[in-house]
């Protein structure tokens, strides 16, 4: 008995950081998910909520590794201070690559496929691999070193535990930079155990989208040594003039042989080149412990020395390890659950921290940020903020974000604004990195963002500058004068959409005129449905349909982004009601829809039905609720969120992408999430957990209790709103942020009087 309470009394000890496991979906592998598109693509080192550093391992620098990182791979080439989460495209960042090492000097990293002592990476331990919220640790096996690190906010930290040997070394690669190549490096010796210096990473050295992205950013650092500088040097690495410096081009025995012959300047102490690094070497005792600390910034030095000498004053590691577990805590518990298995913890906790890595800050200590102009600029009333995979993210993460943090949404939206301005562009852009306008995917997705904020009361930006750049995007990327998009589904659909959305905006604004407009142009959706195969079609400038295909709208591609017709003809969230008339009517909908869950694999990997591994269906769950079968809703989210999730390397079915796919699960799990962002709407489904609390701002309480919840009984029977009979499929956003209790008697068959009432 006593040890059963003493059991009991260490897991109540457990805090939500305790249950954040970031290998949840830190792998690449194509194989894995019977698709390019590949797993989760997160990476398990150690940053804080929201911030600019994430100091992490990686294993290879080009292909589609996002993260830099996938755990199936068996050797490491450093640790870098900057990374992407959850993204395709082949990825950015992976800046400032610091590597701990014995014996002769390597200046390249060797390929992952290399044999072992080739270049500087090393083997690991994997039962040595730990990763929790704020840290990361691994042995490397060739080298017999312990590697930790942690992060702050602006800042990482390394604590490296050496053997014994004369020629032990921390080395830093300048050029890296996942999917390509920074294409100057500056490094300068600053006193006896601190350097300073800069990256400059462009289209022209690969990145984003292998250089098409657009990415072109300047990482400066500032960086520090426990042990005293009095063996160092610098390597630099003569890249011929016109050489290609993009993914492939590095990736060649070529260029890596560029860099294995680097010349070796020993005791220099300030170098400026193409491809440089630096290290420092000294001899180490069984067991010594080495620190390096260094801020980072976008702005520059002084930026990076004031962000550093801001947070991290000593070389205590383990006291800024215990911080950054705080700052998670802190964070996390702007959720708290209670009922849920040991699995459904770390799923869930692990999915808020993925839903907290981004839109990370990129101003300094001292609110400077680089801005779309190259120039520096301050804000006071804001945080820049960076990585907005907007066609993502809209569905699912911004919506949870105007809940647990408003602030963070005004922040993102107020980067943006400014950003069209600092460019002259004048537009809003869809996915944005480091002030980039990259164009990936379609849709405007940064004014359904605005709308959804702007419905909700969330305005501390300028309405007027954003509602005209918002009018400006539509008019510029929209269905135009056809009432469609030529040879799209996925485009007409979307923008449709966004005019709704837009609409929304300018209601509020009582531009009544302007209102009108984009409702009607709303409707263009209808303008590409084909009554003869009773599906939306894509049509050419002419008017004339595409040929219809073999697989019919199960093809994938057909008229489609990342998805085939089926699946993206649910996405007309602003005017259901219209879209069940097109398709006669709600019971063959409903036919039609569970057929669509019903075909879909049990795993939920790719497939061409139900594919939550990627963003268009996500909504389609929650459709049921509005087509009068909300037991349906419940049923459904309650087997995705079993199945789709698990505390497992491969536990993501599809790419993280900027905290979607975590955030979706946050929502479905607590018994709510959006249909329509822009609309106030949250649909209610059923919850996984006995008892939610949402710890709002001012201090206000939303609970959702769930009496009689299991893995069994999943219906909702009943529900009580503050003590009042509630008898809505929804609940509105302003209902929840006032604070309240949402009660809800659950069962094991459905209920199919709940829910239906308007």
């Known amino acids: 008995m006593l040890c059963c309470l003493a059991m009991a009394a260490h897991a109540q000890l457990k805090t939500a950081a305790d249950y954040v496991n970031p290998f949840i979906g830190a792998s690449t592998s194509a194989d894995k998910a019977g698709i390019y598109h590949g797993l989760g693509k997160t990476f398990p080192g150690a940053t804080t909520p929201y911030g600019m550093v994430q100091v992490s391992p990686n294993t290879v620098t080009g292909g589609d590794n996002g993260p830099g990182y996938s755990y199936e791979h068996q050797s490491i080439e450093g640790f870098a201070f900057t990374q992407m989460s959850g993204i395709g495209w082949y990825g950015d960042l992976g800046n400032f690559l610091v590597m701990p090492a014995t014996g002769k ?57 050496f053997p014994a040997n004369k020629q032990s070394r921390i080395q830093i690669d300048l050029a890296r930079r996942v999917g390509g190549t920074s294409t100057e490096q500056y490094v300068k010796v600053v006193n006896e155990n601190t350097i300073e210096g800069w990256m400059k990473c462009t289209p022209g050295g690969g990145g984003w989208g292998n250089g098409d992205g657009k990415a072109s950013y300047t990482v400066y650092f500032y960086a520090q040594f426990s042990k005293p500088l009095k063996k160092y040097g610098i390597w630099n690495a003569h890249i011929p003039d016109g050489a290609d410096r993009k993914r ?28 440089i690094g630096f290290y420092t070497e000294f001899a180490t005792k069984a067991d010594e412990q080495v620190v390096m600390k260094a801020g980072i910034s976008f702005v520059n030095m002084e930026g990076a020395k004031k962000n550093l000498e801001a947070e991290i004053t000593g070389w205590g590691f383990d006291n800024i390890h215990q911080h950054a577990v705080d700052l998670w805590n802190d964070k996390l518990n702007v959720i708290k659950i209670d009922g849920a298995t040991e699995e459904q913890n770390f799923v869930f906790y692990t999915a808020l921290y993925h839903t907290m890595i981004d839109p990370r800050i990129v101003s300094d200590i001292d609110g400077n940020y680089t801005g779309g102009d190259n120039k520096i600029h301050r804000s006071a009333t804001f945080n820049k903020r ?89 008019e510029r990327f929209g269905n135009g004068t056809l009432g469609y998009t030529a040879g799209s589904i996925s485009k007409t659909l979307e923008y449709a959409f966004d005019d709704w959305c837009l609409s929304q905006i300018a209601s509020g604004l009582n531009k009544t005129g302007d209102a009108k407009k984009y409702a009607a142009r709303s409707l263009d959706y209808k303008n590409i449905w084909d009554s003869t195969h009773q599906w939306f079609r894509p049509r050419n400038e ?10 019919g709208r199960l093809a994938d591609g057909y008229g489609t982004a990342e998805s085939n017709p089926y699946q993206q003809g649910w996405f007309v969230p602003h005017d259901v009601e219209g879209m069940v008339a097109l398709m006669s009517g709600k019971e063959k909908v409903i036919a039609d829809l569970e057929d669509f869950f019903n ?160």
């Open 542 to 551: 002419d008017g004339i349909w595409e040929p219809w295909p073999k697989d």
């Open 599 to 758: 075909k879909t694999p049990k795993n939920f990997m790719w497939n061409s039905y139900y594919n939550h591994a990627n963003e268009p269906v996500h909504h389609v769950p929650f459709l049921f609720n509005r087509l009068g079968a909300p037991w349906l809703t419940q049923q459904w989210t309650r087997i995705i969120c079993d199945s789709a999730y698990h505390n497992a390397v491969e536990g993501l079915v599809g790419n993280e992408d900027v905290g979607q796919m975590s955030a979706w699960y946050v929502l479905a799990a607590v018994g709510i999430h959006p249909v329509c962002p822009g609309s106030t709407k949250m649909e209610i489904t059923s919850p996984l957990f006995k008892q939610v609390e949402l710890h709002l701002q001012q201090g206000k309480t939303f609970s959702i209790i769930a009496k009689n919840n299991s893995s069994t009984n999943i219906y909702i029977q009943r529900a009580l709103f503050n003590g009042k009979v509630y008898n809505k499929s929804y609940i509105d956003y302003f209902d929840i942020m006032n604070g309240g209790t949402l009660e809800l008697i659950m069962g094991e068959q459905p209920n199919k009087s709940f829910g239906v009432s308007k």
């Open 105 to 161: 000097l390597k200046t390249s990293s060797g390929k992952l496929e290399d044999k072992p002592g080739t270049g500087y990476r090393s083997r690991y331990d994997k039962q040595s691999e730990k990763a929790s919220a704020g840290y990361y640790t691994v042995q490397l096996t060739d080298y017999n070193i312990k590697a930790e690190m942690t992060a702050t906010p602006h800042c990482g930290m390394l604590r490296f535990t």
């Open 386 to 474: 960076s990585i907005f995979s907007g066609w993502d993210v809209f569905r699912s993460q911004f919506p949870l974000q105007t809940i647990i943090n408003p602030t963070l949404v005004n922040d993102m939206i107020n980067s943006l604004v400014t950003l069209a301005g600092e460019t002259d562009s004048n537009y809003l852009e869809r996915w944005e990195l480091l002030n980039a306008y990259s164009g990936c995917m379609l849709g405007n997705p940064a004014v359904v963002i605005l709308a959804d904020a702007f419905v909700k009361g969330i305005r501390s930006y300028d309405v007027a500058k954003a509602y005209q750049y918002a009018v400006n995007t539509n």
């Open 248 to 275: 492939k081009a590095i990736e060649s025995d070529q260029y890596q042989q560029w860099i294995a012959d680097a010349t070796v300047e020993k005791s220099i102490k300030e170098k400026q080149a193409k491809h």
